[in-house]
């Protein structure tokens, strides 16, 4: 009889274990789903007019005494039927604060801890950057000092990311255009890029620029960065500096441009075509080391 009872004293013990073993590999693994998020959003949305409040241009002095890394919540728009979020969760977007995907396509909208963003628009019509930056806005707001927000042919260099916005604070209405038409070797014209912009150029865009037609076209067409730029500019909204002290391009840059000589050597994006040059990227830039050099 104590043999037997024993025995079922070890059984509960090991099935114990195991279940402890179980739940904490489960909760390692949302641990580590929580900084990449994924959502849905309704792509139609009601707009009424509203007034906009004066700018002040006042706060757009440098911040020479900002020492602290800044927080930057990175937002990608994925193709409809692109698969990168994996390969740029596992590149350049670990070293962002939070990963956010927008996946286009989708009838109604969800919000899961892991879940899938879609839209019945493309992602890069003017209709769902609108609808993302309201979304962005009411969730993390406060939650962040800076907001990328690129395509998913782009390859960021975030350090260099932070060099750019050290003299800035997040209070100051300013943004970077990072969006620009890049030839492909066929010779036609291929879109990559998006924007930089502070957590005051966010808020005076969904506060006095989204819902007023006056100042912010609410039509579901319209090139995004022609867009988003009109209305940063109609809210007091500056574009910042987007080239480095030779005029060279920091953002958006094509990989040939590196051979010809017009690469900034302070570059913070690239276009990546295919899925290999994330890593190609990661591999050069932080993994390899040339013998006598520091």
């Given at each position: 009889m104590n043999f037997v009872k024993q025995h079922r004293q070890r059984l509960e013990l090991l099935l114990m274990l195991l279940l402890g073993l179980i739940c904490g590999s489960c909760l390692s693994k949302l641990l580590q789903l929580a900084r990449v998020e994924f959502y849905e959003l309704y792509a139609s949305q009601q707009f009424t007019a509203d007034t906009v409040s004066n700018s002040d241009n006042s706060l757009m002095q440098p911040n020479n005494n900002s020492n602290t890394e800044q927080r930057i919540?990175?937002?990608?728009?994925?193709?409809?039927?692109?698969?990168?979020q994996q390969d740029i969760a596992r590149t350049w977007g670990r070293r962002c604060h939070k990963l956010l995907f927008i996946r286009p396509h989708a009838r109604k909208p969800k919000l899961s801890i892991v879940g899938l963003a879609k839209s019945r628009t493309d992602s890069s019509s003017w209709a769902r950057t609108r609808a993302n930056l309201q979304h962005v806005h009411n969730r993390y707001h406060k939650k962040y000092d800076w907001f990328l927000m690129v395509t998913d042919e782009t390859y960021v260099i975030m350090e260099n990311l932070q060099h750019l916005l050290i003299d800035y604070?997040?209070?100051m209405p300013i943004y970077f255009d990072s969006f620009s038409w890049l030839h492909t070797q066929q010779g036609s014209l291929s879109a990559a890029g998006g924007n930089v912009f502070s957590r005051e150029a966010l808020r005076r865009f969904v506060d006095w620029a989204h819902d007023n037609s006056s100042i912010c076209s609410n039509h579901n067409y319209g090139i995004r960065h022609v867009e988003i730029a009109r209305c940063f500019r109609n809210v007091g909204v500056v574009a910042g500096k987007s080239h480095d002290e030779h005029g060279l391009p920091l953002f958006v840059n094509h990989l040939s441009n590196i051979t010809e000589g017009y690469c900034s050597k302070s570059a913070i994006s690239f276009q990546c075509v295919d899925a290999s040059c994330f890593y190609q990227m990661e591999y050069v830039i932080y993994r390899l080391r040339a013998f006598g050099l520091s």
């Open positions: 919540l990175c937002i990608i728009t994925l193709k409809p039927k692109g698969n990168r604070a997040p209070e």
